[in-house]
């Protein structure tokens, strides 16, 4: 009996090619989501810096009425689970259309500019890091629907958890 085909390493092909292999291949999760959230936090740690000196005055997320406990369970469990939930559907929906690649630009785009609809400087901030979550979605995805829901949900936990312990007032 012939054994399954194991996943394929993503992306090799596309402009994407770029990103390290943890996040093209579906191998081992624990390495995917640790490159996955240094990438992710360096990018938009940096893209929030640029875009706090060019233009200061642009309107940034607020937080307000969440804190303490309350604010962890939002920002690092339910937040990362609910967005990769409805990134996962749009990413599969994409899919059916456009290549892989073209699939993780379009859904980081569309998730920036849902993030500026609450405040412009953090969809101009967060387009970085949904790539990568979107990136992990579509790689692990070859696993199943929920291994891709599980590593970018963990990502994007770990992505959320230092803001969260700010807003939370934890820092």
């Avoid at 054994?3 to 596309?14: C, F, G, M, N, V």
């Avoid at 579906?26 to 959230?37: K, Q």
């Avoid at 990769?84 to 859904?107: C, E, R, Y």
């Amino acid at each position: 009996m012939a054994s399954a085909q194991p996943p394929a390493r993503l992306l090799d092909d596309s402009f994407l090619k770029f990103l390290p292999a943890p996040l093209r291949e579906p191998r081992r999760a624990w390495l995917a989501i640790l490159t996955g959230y240094a990438l992710s936090i360096v990018g938009s740690l940096l893209l929030a810096l640029i875009v706090g000196m060019v233009a200061p005055d642009l309107g940034r997320p607020d937080f307000k009425g969440l804190n303490g406990p309350m604010a962890i369970l939002a920002l690092v469990v339910l937040s990362p689970l609910l967005e990769t939930l409805i990134m996962g559907g749009v990413l599969v929906l994409l899919q059916k259309f456009l290549s892989p690649a073209a699939s993780i630009i379009t859904s980081a785009i569309l998730w920036g500019i849902v993030h500026s609809l609450g405040a412009p400087s953090w969809g101009l901030a967060i387009w970085w890091p949904f790539m990568i979550f979107s990136t992990l979605f579509v790689v692990w995805r070859q696993r199943g629907f929920w291994a891709g829901v599980a590593v970018a949900s963990t990502t994007h936990a770990l992505q959320n958890l230092i803001p969260a312990l700010a807003v939370a007032g934890y820092l």
